[in-house]
């Protein structure tokens, strides 16, 4: 049973358009959550974070917002570029222990 | 961001050999690493946590006698995958984390095929 789940496969986006990224989770006591993007053949790079205390953190044309009570995160990226076409990953936090759950990604396309 | 190097970046290996990776922070002392393997269009399934000077915690199904892993000092662990088989191909990537920050920073990953 997925406790991350990104249910768009892939996006198509325009440049200069915004892109939003969508991640749900199952577990109310997952209190860390990041956003990594990952070309082929490469680790995936980390590009934001929020805690469970917050319900947005923003970072340039990035920012993230966590829904709590619906379990729902997301990623805005406004103005998409050509050059954010990548996967992107949703991964949560629950413990001490730093272990990460990742969701499956989400294929994201910006067209010139 | 931090800098996490894995070395090999490719292997190609026979059935019944062993192959090692190596995962080094070059920036910083990683007191934990992390190593996880990707199949084509999955997601990153952690494999294993590995703590510097102790014994590494494998996930659920993962058979430690199989990938063995060694965290010798804060800035090197090593995953050797003993008597690969065509199924263990896949990309191997390793995170750590250490320093002033929680972020588990990423290798670039290995790609292992196993003939």
């Known amino acids: 049973d997925q406790q991350v789940k990104q249910n768009s496969p892939s996006l198509s986006v325009q440049e200069g358009r915004i892109s939003i990224l969508n991640c749900d989770y199952t577990n109310s006591m997952f209190d860390y959550f990041l956003w990594y993007k990952k070309y082929p053949a490469e680790g995936p790079t980390f590009l934001i974070s929020i805690s469970s205390i917050k319900d947005k953190n923003e970072d340039g044309r990035f920012t993230v917002f966590l829904n709590k009570s619906a379990k729902h995160l997301s990623l805005h990226i406004v103005p998409s570029q050509p050059g954010d076409s990548a996967v992107y990953f949703c991964?949560?936090?629950?413990?001490?222990?730093?272990?990460?759950?990742f969701g499956k990604g989400t294929l994201l396309t910006v067209n010139p | 961001g931090a800098v996490v190097s894995q070395h090999p970046s490719r292997v190609i290996c026979k059935s019944g050999t062993s192959v090692k990776i190596e995962c080094r922070s070059l920036?910083?002392?990683?007191?934990?690493m992390f190593w996880y393997r990707q199949f084509p269009k999955q997601s990153l399934m952690l494999m294993a946590t590995?703590?510097?000077?102790?014994?590494?915690?494998?996930e659920q199904g993962v058979e430690k006698d199989k990938f063995l892993i060694n965290h010798a000092s804060l800035t090197l662990s090593t995953l050797t995958v003993t008597s690969a088989h065509p199924e263990d191909s896949s990309f191997y990537i390793c995170?750590?984390?250490?320093?002033?920050?929680?972020?588990?920073?990423f290798g670039p990953g290995t790609r292992l095929t196993v003939l």
């Open positions: 590995s703590n510097e000077g102790s014994k590494a915690t494998y």
């Open positions: 920036d910083f002392q990683a007191t934990t």
């Open positions: 991964a949560v936090n629950g413990g001490s222990n730093y272990k990460l759950t």
């Open positions: 995170s750590a984390i250490g320093g002033s920050t929680d972020t588990q920073y």
